[in-house]
């Protein structure tokens, strides 16, 4: 029997070609510089590789990225859930202005984030001869470091609890007030449990861009080897220093974690649609 | 809004506690990390005089990084928009094989370290790379030529462009289509005349968002660019090239004309978005 083609059907060479052209862009474009990564590692063999991660500095940047990490990323979590609170609970003036201020540091170069904390706490920056008079190291330094993390990795928890939070209201809370529970009860046991998947999804994006971030932290990190090289750093230094074997194993440990990023992602986004705010029901 | 200004109060009661704590410590926190570097960044360029920040951004090395920059990475959205609609249109209308594989795949540019993707994506353009070979027998130099910079950019840009086409278009029902198909249209006069402006304001968006990323993008670019000053230097490795020289002011300089930039094309950005969607 033939069947008809649909009024909204597209011709079906028309879709053989999308779908061909489709495949091709991602594999040519996304797949290939994944493989690349992996294969550049192994290409003297996996003891090379391994032998190259074992490397004082290549140890010492693993631990100052997870350091950088274990602190800027609970900071975002704070400041997220704070801000969310705030925006989602109460009604006040300027809501909507402090929103996109917010959203402000995605359009801002990670480079030009790196250069503010340098006309700030540089040498020839505002409190830098101050600094330098109390001995107190921000730039070249890990405080540094964890400030411009911090600045690109600012709006990645609040922007997915605030949609979250403001479509869940604030009746719930209210009831729980009413009936005698203080304002941190109420947020443990009410507010908590209906935004932990939103909250998970938030700080498995900003982990991920906090131990990935190049550009600000290469601004700030003046490159002291075994010092202030974060992984991302280490992997320029190493490509640069014609070390490409090296490079890439530091560059595929880095590639491991963007792949369990987007796993668990994938997972979350499948698994638990209707707890993630709205921009992920697709 | 208006409701709230009556009688004077900037906010509405609320049973609810922690409305000091939360907002004083959202705006503590704004201002120490975002608020004040930026205003930091905004003054430091003034100690050279009107006439001396005039003079910084416009000598011909920044100039010509400028357009490096703002070139490369308005030819990479242009790009992503044609190519970002055709995979989301095939990720939310077709089945395919490895589509869901495919669809989490868009997010790698998100998730994968810059530095990583830059090393990747030299090496694979690279006169010896995988891609760059056969792209070396048809007499084209990809890697450190400012193409080098648009390929990097488009891989930064793509999933911008995706992600916000695909919810708007699985929002789209059929009806619209069929209304069209019925009244005698053929495919593509419906995809020209009834899908695609309702389509506007999200492309817009998406290809605005590439566009931004990719203007200040650092780590993607700097390996394949080549880095040569006058043709593939962009903007942002100038402030770095400035700040190692320890010309601060230089730095900030480039640094606020590519701030100011880019609030304007966000500016922009929002106008057109409202123009699309009168105009849908």
Redesign the interface.
Known sequence: MKTMRG??E??PL??LG??G???A??A???????I??FS?ALDKGIGIALHALTDPDALSSIKLTLIVAAIAVPANV??GV??A??VA??????KSF?VS??D??F???????G??????F?????IGPWLRDHDIRIIFALPGIV?AT??VT?PFVARELIPLMVDQG?DE??AA??LGA??WQ??FRVTLPSIKWGLLYGVL?CN?RA?????AV??VSGHIRGLTDT???Q??VL?NDYQ?VA??AV?SL??M???V???V??LLEWRYADELSA?H?? | MAALTIGGAWRRPSSLPGFGLSLGFTLFYLSAIVLIPLAALIIRPWELGFSGFISAVTAPRVLAALEVSFGTAAIAAIINMFFGLLVAWALVRYNFPFKKLIDALIDLPFALPTSVAGIALCTLYAQNGWLGAPLAWLGIKAAFTPLGIVIALIFIGMPFVVRTLQPVLSDLGREPEEASATLGANRFQTFRRVVLPTLGPAIITGTGLAFARAIGEYGSVIFIAGNLPMRSEIAPLLIVIKLEEYDYAGAAAIGVVMLAISFLALFALNALQAWAYENR
Request: proline residues 4%; without cysteine.
């Open positions: 009024a909204t597209d011709h028309m879709k999308l779908i052209l489709t495949i862009f991602v040519l474009f996304l797949f290939l510089p994944l690349v990564v550049a704070i400041f704070a801000a609170w705030a609970k109460y009604d006040f003036v300027g402090l201020l917010i402000l540091p359009s801002v170069s990670p480079v030009v984030a250069l503010s904390y340098v006309l700030i540089g040498m020839q920056g505002w400030l911090v600045f600012f604030r809370e209210e007030v009413s203080t304002g109420t947020f994006l991920a131990m990935g971030e190049f550009g290469a601004v992984m991302p750093l992997v320029e490509y490409f490079a890439f560059a880095l590639a974690l963007a792949l990023t987007l796993t992602k994938s921009i029901r697709h």
